[in-house]
Each structure stands twice: as C-alpha cells, then as structure tokens.
C-alpha cells in the first residue's frame, strides 16, 4: 500500500536505461511500462506505487547502454513487501454505563528476547581481575534490532568506583559504566544504600549517568540511562577496564548485527577501581528488542475518548499508544494503525454501551387445560439496553423461592419474553412464574411479577342409558352423561354416528326406535376444557319376528304400522295395509315397499281428520295377498 523505489548507477556517455521485472524465480523477464504502478521505468530510478502484497519476491533489473557501451544488465534486486495487518485489541467490547473504560491498545509489533542472572557477585575491593556474571540468549529472531537493555541491581558503597563491561556473543565488548565517566574519581565512599536499583542501561537511554554529580548516588528504575561507551582511560584510575574484557564497541549495534548474533552467551564484566568501598550484584537482566517500529493508533470520532482510566484527559486525535472508550451510548470507531510509515486501512470497532434495566414488568396469570399448551408473557415497558436478557423463573412453593427455568420437557423460551408450557400436567397446578430481565454485560436485574399457572382437570364422562339399549318401535330409551369431576358450567354435546346431533346439548338424550346408531357425548367444563370422549353405546334393533306394532293407540287417526322384516324375506314383500271400521267396511288401503330393508320397516297410516272414533282392525298383508299378522288401533 505504500511507495518504494529502485535505483541504478551508470555512469559514461548517453546512459539508457530499461527497467525489467522478474515474477518468479527463474522466470522470464520482463520490460516494464509506464502504467501504474510502475512509473519512470526509462530512468535510472523506477518507481512502484502502491506496492501490492501479490508483489512480494518479484526482481527488477535495467538493461543500460550509452554512447560507447553496448547492451548490458545490472545485478537483480529483489522487492520484500510486508501486509501490514495490524489489528488493535480488542476488536469489539461490551460495557455497562457506569461500568470503567475500556482500554484500546495498539498492536505489538516487536519481540522481546530476555534473560536474567540471580547468583550474587561480590566485587572485590580495588582489583582490576574481572568479576563476571553470564546470561545465554536464544531465539532472538532474525529482524531489526531496535534496542538492547541491560537492568542492574547492585548496592555499592561508591558508585564511581565501578567498571562495568558488557561482552557480546560475538566478541563485542561494551563500556556501560565507567567511573561514571570520571565523575567521581577522588570522592568519598559512602553508606551502602547506595548503587543501582533497577536501574536499565539502554541502547536508545537518553540520561548519562553523569546526571547524577552529586550524593546521594543512586541510579533507579525511573530513568533510561545511557550506557558512557567509553574506551579511553580515566585520569587518575588505578585501571581501565576488568582484566580480559577491554571495551571497544562505540554503540550497541555491534553486539546484535545481525540480530541473531544476539543468540548465545553474554557476559557481565565487573571490576572496582578504588579503595574503601565494598558491593555485590545481586541481579541482572538482559533484553533484546527485535522488530517494526512500535505501533500507534488514531481513532475518530473523538467521543467519549480519553488517555486515562479514569476519563479526566480527552483524547484530541493524533497517534497514541493507547486510549480509553467511555462512550454513554453504542458507538463504533475506527482506529488506524500506523507503524513506522506505514497506515493500516480503518479498523471499526465497536464498544456497545448497556444502561441497567428499569420499568415495571409485569406478568399476568395464566390457566390451561391438562395436557394443553399457555404461555406467560412480560407485558411491562422497559428502559435501558440496548437488548434485553431475559431468564424466566419459577417457584414450585407458592413465591417462597425461585429456580431458572430451562428449554427442557414441557418449557421452551426460557430465555426470551414469552415463556410457552406445552403439555400442561396438574403437577404444576399452582406453580408461580416470573421473569428475571437484564441487559447485556451484566449491568444488574430487574425481576417481573409473578404470574401463576392454573391447570384445570379435563372432565371425564361415562354414559348410562335407561332402560333398554334394544329398541322396539313406539319404544325410547333414555341416554345420561355423568360427568367426573362434576362442577357447575359443564356443556354437553351428543354426537351420534360421529356427527353432533342438533340441539342435544344436555345431559340427557331421549332416542326413540329411529333414531338408534352409535351414541357418545363431548363435555367441555366451564374452563373450556374438552373432555376424551367416553365409549360410545349403540342403540339397536329388539328383534321379534312374530309382533305386529301399531302405535300410537289411541291416536287420532295417524299411527304407525310396524313389523320386523328379517334378511332374505323378500318373497313376501312388499306388504300391504288395510283398515277395517267396526262394521267391517274397509276404510283405509295401501302397499308399502319395504323389499330389502331389514328391520321394523315404517308404514305411516293416515285416516284423516273426519274418521270417526272407535276400535279400527288392521291387517297386514303380504304381496300374494296372504294375510300376516292383524291388531287394532283405538281412534279417539
């Protein structure tokens, strides 16, 4: 994504240049033309921008002549493209209003190779012999080194008569402290307090040690002192350096060029140069800092963003390190991140804020039918979020105590606003429910009302009947529901043959002989819960093969004649009807088709409304005209 270039050096008459690229080991090349991103490929600096990941590992080379010299080729130049592809931490954040900021860090981009030595080290008083600690390095990878610290943790009564040498794996050796570069040669030793504590010596320190010119000496940890890199000797020092460790090295970049020539053991040279003062190391720490210049961020919009913990000092825009969001609402930014020269594209981030929860919830109570499905609902208005979490919670001891509910067996939303119960049992008859709603990041609870659950008993019928399930014509009987548990507001319905019989909504139905078939009843209670439906009776024929009916009788001169026709008796039938008066005239005459029905077949009879009254013969004949069975009828 950024700009580089490469750049040749001929020198004659009329040079000519021709930038070439090569894409793959070993490949062809290629003359390059002034389209993006190549520019200036006929000069002696070729231009590439932006360079593109895809690029990593491609060669250039120029194909130069001049007035003098024929066509000829420069060595080949590689192109090392690095994605930067840094990525802040962390990529998204929850908080609470009231909750602390939450801290925004740029990317790592350097690695830290560390050692430490914790065996004492007395220094012998006035003696030029080299005290010596080692620290073995490994690992260090192999990358710019961008700085290297040594840490020391020595009491010494007179610092300034201290020689310490650092001694490299590859031979270097290092002044990082040398009678404070002759600061103090001839003082007075002093109390044993004194030394370093702490105290980091570093390629890039900024402070000298001769900062420190008067007593008390004492170099700590709040400074980055710079190493005196001297290798010339000191006026009036008994000595220069430890014997066997002569320092040489102007900086540091010696001991780690390249950088893995940091792999190995590193020695810590010490020797003390005057009489009268005593000190012991007691630690040190070595570190070798390899990478990418250390990244930065810049983060827009500027709300709600701050350079401390505490939100007391905004942030005004520009590269930090580091930055706090305490937003009051849901808020993304973008944070570019920047190493060295290069910008990483905008990475957004959002921090979602959640105000605690607050209203009235509210749940209402809830009945259902034994094996039946209901559902509690919160109905109340909330505030806060943004989001809710919600966790229903139910007490099987009348609101003594609660558990949470889980999506198992007959519960499902337990965790949203609207709890279902499917397959209602009578066991939790009783039950209270209520709803525990939070937002997210924990920001504290708010507990609904309590809703309770009736489960209502699905009534139970069984069926009498009263006196005969076999029928004769002009015969009823008498069908009764009784219901269990019997409670006031039961509703019937009786349902013959499968459909519901009009008007039969009591818990009586009278049948008479026509209307026998197959009986049951549907009860439903006053809390709207159906019934199973019971056994169903059957209300049938009482077969008499040798009865004639004629009913009613008395009558006014409309009855019925009846007589059972049995299977396979299609021979004598159709029948036919006569009515005789009490002197004999025959006053009423008529053939009935009744072939292939089986059973008491109805023969309506109708003497008008004039017949006078009296006893009335009636015949029944078969169709030879055979006589089959006679009866009288009594008309009033």
């Known amino acids: 994504g950024s700009t580089t270039t490469f750049t040749t050096s001929i020198s004659g008459s009329n040079p000519t240049y021709q930038w070439q690229v090569q894409t793959t080991a070993g490949g062809a090349w290629s003359n390059l033309a002034n389209v993006a991103p190549y520019s200036n490929v006929t000069t002696d600096t070729m231009r590439i921008s932006p360079v593109a990941t895809s690029m990593d590992g491609y060669n250039y080379r120029v194909i130069y002549s001049g007035a003098c010299t024929g066509t000829n080729f420069t060595n080949a130049a590689s192109l090392t493209v690095t994605p930067l592809a840094l990525s802040v931490t962390p990529t998204s954040a929850t908080k609470c209003l009231s909750a602390p900021a939450v801290l925004f860090a740029a990317p790592a981009t350097q690695t830290i190779t560390t050692g430490s030595n914790a065996t004492a080290v007395p220094i012998p008083d006035n003696i030029a012999t080299a005290s010596t600690s080692n620290i073995t390095l490994a690992g260090i990878p192999n990358a710019p080194v961008v700085a290297v610290e040594v840490v020391l943790n020595m009491p010494h009564s007179y610092p300034g008569d201290m020689i310490f040498n650092l001694r490299s794996p590859n031979g270097q050796i290092i002044n990082l402290y040398k009678y404070n570069n002759g600061v103090f040669t001839g003082a007075a030793s002093g109390p044993s307090t004194w030394g370093w504590y702490g105290a980091k010596i570093s390629s890039v320190g900024t402070t000298p040690f001769t900062s420190v010119a008067t007593a008390p000496y004492i170099y700590n940890n709040s400074t980055n002192w710079r190493a005196d890199l001297r290798n010339t000797a000191v006026a009036g020092a008994p000595f220069s350096n430890p014997t066997g460790f002569v320092s040489n090295a102007t900086d540091f970049t010696a001991s780690v060029t390249p950088s893995t020539a ?44 701050f350079l401390d913990a ?90 003594v105590s609660y558990t949470n509910v889980a999506n198992a067996g007959v519960y499902t939303g337990a965790t949203t606003n609207t709890l279902t119960i499917t397959g209602a049992t009578a066991a939790l008859n009783g039950y209270k429910y209520r709803d525990s709603i939070s937002t997210g990041g924990s920001c504290g609870s708010l507990v609904s009302t309590a809703g309770t659950l009736t489960v209502n008993a699905l009534p139970v019928a069984n069926i009498g009947f009263a006196p ?7 015969l009823t009987t008498t069908l009764t529901a009784a219901v269990s548990p019997s409670t006031a507001g039961i509703s019937y319905q009786w349902i013959k043959n499968g459909v519901d019989v009009p008007g039969a909504t009591s818990n009586m139905l009278v049948v008479n002989y026509d209307e026998r078939g197959s009986y049951t009843v549907r009860v439903v209670s006053a809390a709207g819960c159906t019934g199973i439906l019971p056994t169903a009776i059957t209300i049938g024929d009482s077969v008499d093969l040798a009865k004639l009916f004629i009913y009613p009788s008395p009558s006014q001169g409309q009855f019925q004649v009846r007589y059972y026709t049995a299977p396979n008796s299609g021979a004598s039938f159709p029948a036919t009807v006569n009515v005789y008066d009490s002197k004999g005239t025959r006053v009423f005459t008529k053939t009935y088709a009744t072939q292939g029905v089986v059973g008491y077949n109805s023969m309506p009879v109708d003497l008008g409304t004039f017949i006078g009254k009296g006893v009335y013969r009636v015949d029944l004949l078969d169709n030879n005209g055979g006589r089959i069975k006679t009866g009288n009828v009594l008309i009033f």
Do not use: E
């Open 262 to 305: 940091g792999n190995g053991v590193w020695t810590l040279a010490m020797a003390d140069g005057g009489a009268g003062d005593v000190g012991t190391l007691n630690s040190w720490t070595l570190n070798v800092i390899t990478g990418g210049a250390p990244a930065t961020i810049s983060v827009t919009p500027l709300t709600g963003l």
């Open 310 to 399: 505490a939100g007391t000092v905004p942030y005004l825009g520009g590269q930090v390190a580091q930055v706090y969001a305490a937003p009051t609402a849901t808020t993304t930014y973008a944070f570019v991140t920047t190493a060295g020269a290069c910008s990483t594209p905008a990475q957004n981030i959002t921090v979602t804020v959640n105000a605690p929860v607050a209203g009235s919830p509210t749940v209402a109570d809830a009945s259902v039918c034994a094996g039946g499905t209901t559902k509690f609902v919160q109905a109340g208005t909330l505030t806060g979020g943004p989001g809710f979490v919600h966790q229903w919670q139910v007490s099987t001891n009348a609101g």
């Open 468 to 474: 005969v399930k076999n029928l004769y014509p002009g």
